[in-house]
């Protein structure tokens, strides 16, 4: 009977910390691997805009984005001064370790159309831990190196479940829009730390203003 107290003992304290260590992983490391890597992003980007030559090709704008590749720095004001990410071409679950994905086949940036992008939650940065925060009103800025474009959100957040594709469409569903415009859609998982459910916000384009203007007035206030 003791050797088997003793056993089932050992193994519990085994099994306990093996749940730890995972769950140091899933809260610290993948956190530390994701910023990393969303800041390597940003300085890829940066590096690129700050050719002329680049720079002008940003300003003719590709026929498609690269799948995996940045090519856009999203700025939220509501979610902190210091929160900003790249945007990726993609939505796979590389791609979104490395920061926010666009939904491929929706909409280009700042063009007629529904431009989506998504992101995690929690885990891997958290890059939307605070999306709930997020209120009509709010700006949601990016830029891709030659150009700012900043939508304004009009709903949400809106709960839904993942299969409601609809809420990506040119004109999402309910969202509000009845006719076709340039609109911002975000994604991210809902509860907290699981993915039943999803919450969307809609956005449409509020202002555009040329990089070589300075920063839009809803980063600088």
Not at 175 to 194: F, M, Q
Request: aromatic residues 10%; charged residues 25%.
């Amino acid at each position: 009977m003791r050797v088997i107290v003793r056993t089932v003992s050992e193994l519990c304290i085994t099994v306990g910390t093996l749940i730890v260590l995972f769950v140091v992983h899933l809260l610290f490391w993948t956190g530390v691997r994701a910023d990393a890597a969303m800041g390597d992003q940003i300085d890829r980007l940066h590096a690129q805009w700050s050719r002329g030559s680049d720079r002008a090709r940003a300003a003719a704008a590709p026929a498609r984005y690269a799948p995996g590749r940045p090519f856009a720095i999203m700025y939220i004001p509501r979610l902190g001064a210091t929160w900003h990410k790249p945007v990726l071409e993609g939505t796979g679950a590389g791609t979104l370790k490395k920061g926010l994905g666009h939904y491929a086949g929706t909409a280009r940036l700042g063009r007629r159309g529904n431009f989506a992008v998504a992101g995690h939650r929690r885990t891997y940065g958290d890059p939307f831990e605070d999306f709930p925060q997020l209120r009509p009103g709010d700006a949601v800025v990016l830029t891709d190196g030659s150009t700012w474009f900043t939508y304004r959100i009009d709903k949400g957040p809106h709960r839904t479940v993942p299969t409601d594709v609809g809420v990506i469409d040119p004109v999402p569903r309910d969202s509000g829009y009845r006719r076709p415009g340039r609109y911002l859609t975000l994604t991210t998982c809902d509860p907290e730390w699981g993915h039943s459910h999803r919450l969307i916000v809609w956005a449409h384009l509020d202002s555009t203003r040329p990089v070589e203007a300075g920063e839009p007035g809803a980063l600088r206030r």
